[in-house]
């Protein structure tokens, strides 16, 4: 079974950085790209950026560019996306999810991470 | 970017009645549209890919057809774990993980 395991929730602070983590199992990781999703509350679904595990380039969505940082350790089979300079408006579920090209679908998806940002 | 924008932003349906969804491109995508079902608290779940393909394990109630830039998912007969959010997403132009329309919600009439 594919699954995708992402970290627990993350209480920051504003200006912090909050790394999480999506773990994954039942295929070959370098096989398919990993996306990060992001949801605020209430909201829609907002993309911000992949990583392609096989050689660990990446693209983000200009909303993100400067702040998000996606990087993929093919030795744990895990993918990372680390965001800093946290602002409020950054609390939000954070997806990781599967995808068969840099254009695709996502299938299948993380549990999501909630990441709250207060002071 | 590409605005996708789904109507309605929420549709008030009986169970066992029939729910269509739209979805408009603001330019063309070809086929390349996905819908995805999020039920509360839980993550999104992939329903149909090329407009009209349904995903492994998807019941064969749900059906989505496209028309131009106007895209359709259809359930047939509506069950009480269909009631959620549904979002559909263009990933035939920049940037690279596509876009997302606002979602519709389906609620129990």
């Known amino acids: 079974e594919v699954q995708l395991v992402q970290s627990g929730a993350e209480v920051k602070k504003p200006g912090a950085t909050v790394k999480i983590s999506c773990k994954v199992s039942?295929?070959?990781?370098?096989?398919?790209?990993m996306h990060w999703v992001q949801q605020a509350p209430g909201k829609g679904l907002e993309w911000m950026g992949l990583?392609?595990?096989?050689?660990?380039?990446?693209m983000y969505a200009e909303k993100f560019q400067g702040r998000v940082s996606i990087t993929a350790d093919t030795s744990r089979d895990t993918a990372y996306m680390e965001l800093s300079s946290l602002r409020s408006e950054d609390t939000a579920v954070y997806y990781c999810?599967?995808?068969?090209?840099?254009?695709?679908?996502?299938?299948?998806w993380g549990q999501g991470t909630l990441v709250t940002v207060s002071s | 970017e590409i605005v996708m924008t789904q109507s309605p932003a929420t549709l008030s349906v009986s169970p066992g009645e029939r729910a269509t969804l739209s979805c408009r491109a603001s330019?063309?995508?070809?086929?390349?549209l996905a819908w995805y079902q999020q039920r509360p608290g839980q993550a999104p779940r992939l329903l149909i890919y090329?407009?009209?393909t349904r995903a492994t394990g998807i019941p064969a109630r749900f059906s989505g057809s496209r028309s131009g830039t106007e895209f359709t998912l259809t359930i047939s007969s509506l069950q009480s774990e269909d009631f959620a959010v549904y979002y559909c997403q263009q990933y035939n132009n920049w940037p690279p993980g596509g876009t997302f329309g606002q979602g519709t919600k389906v609620e129990i009439k």
């Open positions: 990583v392609d595990p096989e050689d660990g380039k990446t």
């Open positions: 090329g407009a009209s």
């Open positions: 330019q063309s995508v070809s086929s390349n």
């Open positions: 999810a599967t995808g068969l090209s840099m254009g695709s679908w996502f299938d299948p």
């Open positions: 039942g295929y070959t990781f370098t096989d398919y790209y």
